[in-house]
């Protein structure tokens, strides 16, 4: 699907803007960095786009808390994220992985293709530098 993609200017500014972030920006997030380059995009526009781009392959939606955030990083991962100032620190591990979709095998009625763990704690920054 993703050589019949309409690449529109929103498009192409949006994946642009989440090209080089590690930070899982929101939907407000991504709304107020591609305003600066497109100023009349509205918000409707943005979340539209992401939508389509999410389920198309070209970015990873990933719900943390209620919230959706973005990311450009398609590999297999996990997230580490801080229950304090809600950073999320993208972490990879192809054993952690394996070993969760060889558990997986036992449960029945599902196809499992995919798997991501989150781990919660405190980052270095709220536990006060430590």
Do not use: W
Not at 11 to 20: A, G, M, P, S, Y
Not at 54 to 65: D, L, R
Not at 81 to 97: A, P, Y
């Amino acid at each position: 699907m993703k050589n019949k993609i309409k690449y529109t200017n929103q498009r192409v500014e949006i994946l642009d803007f989440l090209k080089h972030k590690t930070n899982h920006p929101t939907v407000e997030g991504i709304y107020k960095g591609v305003k600066k380059k497109l100023p009349r995009i509205s918000k409707a526009t943005v979340y539209q786009n992401l939508k389509f781009l999410s389920e198309n392959g070209f970015i990873k939606e990933v719900n943390i808390k209620g919230i959706s955030r973005f990311e450009p990083n398609l590999k297999p991962h996990h997230h580490i994220i801080c229950k304090k100032c809600g950073k999320i620190i993208d972490f990879e591990s192809k054993q952690l992985t394996n070993f969760s979709l060889e558990h997986i095998k036992k449960i029945k009625g599902f196809n499992i293709d995919g798997v991501e763990t989150n781990f919660y704690g405190v980052c270095k920054n709220c536990k006060g530098g430590k």
